[in-house]
């Protein structure tokens, strides 16, 4: 197919209409005539993924290659390395990164893996309400996203109210009125804030919080008879 027909595919399911005026999703790299052969799924692309690939693959992802304005293709830095790569070899890139987040993945990260039921969706914020202690909601969270440790800021002895923003979400705590808020990459100064307003804040990580982006896309392909593959990108971090 070519990459126009695609493209129109992925709007109707979540328009790039919807994105955040700062994000930069779409079609990155490639023509839109271009026709394709193999269709890539992945929440980042990679050097080993890029080497790995067929001539005339469509990577879809969520995290835009290009976020920023480039002033040089320097092809020993970062993305200019990646960029020489895909020409070279004739792939292409898609991003659906904030429209995604507000149409489909937080909401599905929220009920689907961590099993709650979305009562109000705010764009990026998934809300719910119930009862939990504060160590069967840690339990519950470590179990269900695969981790050992989780960072926790102003734990509760009990939580009546969750909310959830997959991703780096803590600039939007102002619009949380949750005991809980569930997000990734909680920097230092964010904890004090959340601590002088006695909002209990829980770090699930960025990659563990998003890494699920390409079930949620792959299911979609699939129900428009697209035949794709998962290229899932490695967790940069390590616990050690």
């Not at 790995?52 to 480039?70: C, Q, R, W, Y």
């Not at 009125?177 to 959340?194: E, N, P, Q, R, V």
């Amino acid at each position: 197919m070519k990459i126009e027909e695609i493209y129109n595919q992925l709007d109707a399911i979540s328009p790039f209409t919807l994105q955040e005026k700062w994000d930069n999703s779409g079609l990155l790299i490639g023509d839109m005539q271009r026709e394709v052969k193999h269709i890539s799924v992945a929440l980042d692309i990679d050097v080993h993924m890029l080497d790995n690939a067929k001539e005339d693959t469509l990577f879809i992802v969520h995290h835009p290659l290009i976020f920023s304005g480039l002033k040089q293709l320097n092809f020993s830095t970062y993305p200019s390395n990646l960029l020489e790569i895909m020409v070279q070899k004739r792939l292409s890139l898609i991003a659906m990164h904030t429209n995604f987040d507000k149409t489909h993945l937080n909401r599905f990260v929220f009920e689907n893996i961590l099993g709650f039921k979305c009562t109000s969706q705010d764009d990026f914020i998934c809300k719910t309400t119930g009862s939990w202690s504060k160590d069967e909601l840690i339990k519950l969270l470590k179990e269900k996203l695969g981790l050992e440790t989780l960072r926790v800021v102003s734990p509760k002895n009990r939580i009546n109210s969750i909310a959830l923003t997959t991703g780096s979400g803590a600039s939007l705590m102002d619009e949380i009125d949750s005991d809980c808020f569930l997000t990734g990459d909680i920097k230092y100064h964010d904890a004090t804030k959340a601590m002088s307003q006695n909002l209990m804040m829980v770090d699930i990580g960025h990659y563990e919080s998003e890494k699920f982006f390409v079930d949620v896309l792959l299911n979609k392909l699939e129900n428009l008879s697209h035949f794709a593959i998962i290229s899932q990108s490695k967790n940069p971090f390590e616990i050690i």
